[in-house]
DNA sequence: AACATCCTCAACCGCTCTCGT
DNA sequence: TACGAGAGCGGTTGAGGATGT
C-alpha cells in the first residue's frame, strides 16, 4: 500500500503529482457512479485507485455524497427547511451533519452554504453577529414564528392545504409527487413551540414577541440528541407539495423583513 | 455593451475521530 | 497503549453566473 500523507488519502508523492483538481467532468461522474452502484460506498482510496480517477478518495467521497447519490435534492430550500434549519441550529450549533440528516436529500454541505450564504449574511445587515444572543433570540422569537406562519397560511389556502395542516399539526402520512421527506415530528415540535401570534409586518410596532410557555430559551427545546433519529424513522412520512408549486423558492429574507428586524432589535436594546 | 460587484455553491483543506493492528 | 491509515466534519476558497452601474 501507498505511503499516505498526514490527513489526507494515502498515495504517492508520484500519485500527488497526477492528482486532478477542480470541477469534476461528466465522464468522472459517470465512472465513480457505476463504480459504487457496483461495489458500494466506503474504501474510498480503493475507489480512486481501481476505478483510475486521478483523484483523492477524499474527493470521491465529497463528490458521491453531495452529488452523485441517490435522492439527493438540489434546489431552493423550503420554508420548512429553512425553518427547520434555524431549529436545529439553535439546538445544535454548527453540527452539520447531524442536522442535515433531518432534512432527507440535503448535503451538510447545502445546509452549511445556506447558513453562510442567508443567515449570517442577514446578521452582518442587522449588525449584529450571528452567534450573539441577541440575533438567535430574533430567529427564535420573531423570524421563526412568521416562517411557521406563512407555512399555515399557505396550508390553509392551497389545495394540498388539509395535508400540509396535518403535517404541522401530527404525524399521519402523506405523499408528496417529488417523494420527498421531512422529519414530522421536528416540525411538530416547532410549530408547537414558536408563539404563532408573534408581530406580523403590519404591526410592526409590536415588540412584545414572546415564546409560548412563559418564553424561556430553555422551554423551546425538547427533542434531545439521542432520540431525534428515532423519532423520526418511528414516524417516517411526507412533506408537502409546497415545494412543487412555486412556494419552494419563498424565504423572508427580504428588505422589508429586515428593516423589521432592524426594529426589532432596536426596540430591544 | 462593457465592466464591476455580488452571490451561490462545488470543491478543497486541515483537523479530529475511529478503528485495526 | 501507541501508532497509522481511513473516514468524516467544519471552515474556507474561488469559479462562474447573476445583477447592478
Redesign the pocket.
Known amino acids: ?4 500523507l ?6 504517492s508523492e508520484e500519485e500527488m503529482m497526477s ?6 467532468t461528466e465522464e468522472e461522474d459517470s465512472v465513480l457512479f457505476n463504480y459504487i452502484t457496483v461495489h458500494g ?7 480512486a485507485r481501481h476505478t483510475g480517477l486521478k ?5 470521491c ?3 458521491w ?3 452523485l447519490r441517490p435522492n439527493v435534492r ?4 423550503t420554508l420548512e427547511e429553512q425553518l427547520l434549519i434555524l431549529d436545529l441550529h439553535s439546538r ?9 440528516e433531518q432534512l432527507p436529500g440535503r ?4 445546509i ?7 443567515v449570517v ?1 442577514q446578521a452582518k445587515q442587522l449588525k449584529c453577529d450571528v452567534n450573539s444572543k441577541q440575533f438567535r433570540d430574533t430567529l427564535r422569537f420573531v423570524w421563526m414564528p412568521r416562517m411557521l406562519e406563512r407555512i399555515q397560511a399557505h396550508a390553509s389556502s392551497s389545495p394540498s392545504g388539509q395535508a400540509q395542516t396535518t403535517l404541522i399539526s401530527n404525524t399521519q402520512a402523506h405523499s408528496d409527487p417529488c417523494g420527498v421527506m421531512t422529519n414530522p415530528s421536528l416540525l411538530s415540535e416547532v410549530s408547537s413551540a414558536v408563539d404563532v401570534h408573534a408581530p406580523s409586518l403590519s404591526d410592526s410596532s409590536a415588540s412584545n414577541y414572546n415564546l409560548m410557555g412563559g418564553g424561556s430559551c430553555s422551554s423551546y427545546s425538547t427533542v434531545e440528541e439521542g432520540n431525534s433519529n428515532t423519532l423520526w424513522q418511528q414516524n417516517h412520512y411526507s412533506y408537502s407539495d409546497i415545494a412543487g408549486n412555486g412556494f419552494g423558492g419563498a424565504d423572508l ?1 427580504t428588505d422589508e423583513n429586515i428593516c423589521f428586524l432592524q426594529q426589532q432589535l432596536a426596540d430591544d436594546l
Do not use: F
Open positions: 500500500m501507498e505511503r499516505s498526514s490527513g489526507t488519502y494515502g498515495s492528482i486532478t483538481k477542480g470541477p469534476w460506498e466506503g474504501h474510498w482510496n480503493s475507489v483523484r483523492t478518495g477524499k474527493s467521497r465529497l463528490r455524497l453531495n452529488y438540489r434546489g431552493n430550500i445544535w450549533g454548527n453540527r452539520w451533519s447531524k442536522i442535515a448535503t451538510d454541505n447545502e452549511k452554504n445556506y447558513w453562510r450564504t442567508r449574511k429574507w
